[in-house]
């Protein structure tokens, strides 16, 4: 019975020795935190901000709340990184340290690739997602997509609408080195859910009907009619090209009233 209570009494000493210096080691690890986290040999002398280009560094190094001076073990990386991509231009980021008293943030900003007009207007990346509603400050000189509904938003994981990825491959078209219809003329892309796309681009041709589908064969099409065009003068002026049917390609002047014709009587 006596050696029972000492193994039990010795049992309890371990216990509480144990306890003590977990308590003891966590005490010093603290001490230790505190001190590297307020000691000013840490002391944050220079922000480098790498990506930025419609932001300036000053607007990244707000967003990430960081400043000059604050200790750089103290900086949680994880949560700075996060105030970055809460940012509606900035699409990656990246915060490190780099001892003593560096801290560098790398951003890569979103690249603005068209304007979804669904009676409030979005500005959309090259995938097609919405990435922020439109304001005063924003480019205009973004091509205008008009036709769609909130139901062929890209979302993340799904396919696209037939009427969204449509618009897509002609804004993809655009990007390529001699596209006969670069994305910086393209004005605006209206969507007709049962005809498909019509592109409004050039000042002396209203319009350009090329529906769903084939577009790589229509923009080669619509390079030869361009060019047969532009060696007819009676042909500088045009309503519209319909490119719905390669085989049968409708072009349509624009009708010049005669004064008389034009001629109302009051």
Same mark, same amino acid.
């Given at each position: ?34 001190? @590297? ?35 750089? @073990? ?6 700075? /990184? ?38 409030? #207007? ?9 990435? #922020? ?24 994981? #799904? ?11 002609? @804004? ?15 004005? /605006? ?7 498909? @796309? ?7 041709? #209203?319009?350009?009907?090329?529906? !769903? ?5 229509? !923009? ?47």
């Amino acid at each position: 019975m006596r050696a029972k209570i000492i193994r039990r009494f010795t049992f309890c000493l371990k216990a509480v020795a144990v306890i003590a210096t977990l308590h003891l080691v966590s005490f010093f690890f603290i001490l230790c935190h505190d001190f @590297l986290t307020q000691c000013d040999y840490f002391r944050t002398e220079s922000l480098v901000v790498t990506g930025a280009d419609r932001l300036s560094e000053e607007q990244v190094i707000k967003q990430a709340e960081l400043n000059k001076g604050i200790n750089i @073990l103290s900086v949680n990386l994880s949560i700075a /990184r996060k105030r970055l991509l809460a940012h509606s231009w900035i699409a990656e980021a990246e915060v490190s340290r780099e001892l003593p008293s560096s801290i560098n943030i790398r951003i890569k900003e979103q690249k603005p690739f068209a304007v979804l007009d669904l009676g409030r #207007k979005f500005i959309i990346n090259a995938n097609g997602e919405i990435f #922020k509603e439109m304001d005063a400050s924003d480019p205009v000189n973004l091509p205008i997509i008009s036709g769609l509904e909130f139901a062929d938003i890209n979302v993340h994981g #799904k396919p696209r609408s037939i009427p969204y990825n449509a618009v897509m491959n002609i @804004l993809e078209l655009g990007q390529k080195p001699e596209s006969v219809i670069p994305n910086k003329l393209i004005k /605006r892309i209206h969507v007709d859910r049962e005809i498909g @796309l019509t592109v409004y681009a050039f000042d002396r041709i #209203k319009a350009i009907k090329i529906g !769903y589908d084939n577009y790589t064969a229509k !923009y080669a099409k619509l390079k030869n009619v361009l060019l047969f065009l532009k060696k007819r003068d009676d042909f500088s002026h045009l309503e519209s090209i319909d490119l719905n049917n390669l085989n049968r390609i409708v072009i349509n002047p624009i009708r010049i009233e005669s004064p008389a014709e034009n001629h109302k009587e009051v």
